[in-house]
């Protein structure tokens, strides 16, 4: 089964058919993992922009920004504002 999209572009393309011959235990998985890299990307340039103070990355709620969004991933409730 090739999936193809119009608005695709041939290399996600390529990769929409990849993952239309994996196991679903195996889709799960590599999700998880694409999951975990965004979540370290986001957190990554949170610091960044809090170490050279861009606004509005300065100050955090619980914390520092990073940490905040660290707690989010971890159910923290969101400040009422």
Same mark, same amino acid.
């Given at each position: 089964m090739k999936a193809v999209f119009a608005e695709m572009t041939a290399g996600?393309? #390529?990769i929409a058919d990849l993952i239309s011959r994996m196991a679903l235990?195996?889709?799960r998985i590599l999700a998880r993992m694409? #999951?975990?890299?965004v979540f370290i990307g986001? /957190? #990554?340039t949170i610091?960044?922009?809090e170490e050279f103070e861009?606004?509005? +990355? +300065?100050?955090?709620?619980?914390g520092?920004?990073?940490?905040? /969004?660290?707690g989010r991933r971890d159910d923290w409730e969101w400040p009422k504002s």
């Open positions: 996600e393309n #390529e235990a195996d889709r694409l #999951e975990e890299q986001v /957190f #990554e610091k960044v922009l861009i606004q509005p +990355i +300065i100050g955090g709620h619980e520092s920004p990073h940490e905040d /969004f660290v």
